[in-house]
């Protein structure tokens, strides 16, 4: 299957709220409380998201055909925001390949090979699998739940 990334743009704003929100209702907002689902959902609307890709954000954006099948996003060189990749192509290393892509670019932009993730239960294993470890229990803010994990390059 022939898969490209590209760096997202402003354009990208509504594709992506819709790939997030279908993503995070169907795997992630159902552990939040009913107000930590609205808060989170909220936060990844078309234009929240479009104020984060025109701000210290960077998009990576992976298609097959046109159709958004993942997805990462860094905030300010140095903490993973997004890393979702489409159910039919999880465990094919579509999510090693966008993690592999930010980390590289990230470290060439001056990153010394230290990021950060909030992830959710669902995916404490797969940002395992990319070298994440985590620092600290589970956490709760705004009825949203998440990991706190670290990545440490070896290089």
């Known amino acids: 299957m022939e898969i490209s990334i590209r760096r997202g743009t ?3 704003a509504e594709a992506v709220s819709a790939f997030v929100t279908a993503l995070s209702e169907a795997y992630i907002a159902c552990e939040f409380t009913p107000e930590g689902r609205r808060h989170f959902l909220r936060e990844h609307s078309a234009s929240e998201v479009k104020d984060r890709l025109n701000s210290d954000f960077r998009f990576y954006i992976a298609e097959h ?3 958004l099948v993942g997805l990462a996003a860094i905030r300010s060189n ?4 997004y890393l979702f990749v489409a159910p039919a192509l999880q465990g094919t290393g579509l999510a090693h390949s966008l993690w592999s ?3 590289e670019e990230s470290m060439a932009l001056g990153n010394p090979g230290t990021f950060t993730v909030n992830s959710s239960n669902y995916a404490v294993r797969a940002y395992e699998k990319l070298g994440f470890r985590r620092t600290d ?3 709760e803010s705004n009825g949203v739940f998440y990991n706190p994990m670290e990545f440490v390059s070896a290089a």
């Open 65 to 67: 055909r046109g159709e």
């Open 10 to 12: 402003v354009l990208d």
């Open 78 to 81: 140095a903490h993973l925001y």
């Open 101 to 103: 892509q930010v980390r």
């Open 137 to 139: 229990g589970t956490k």
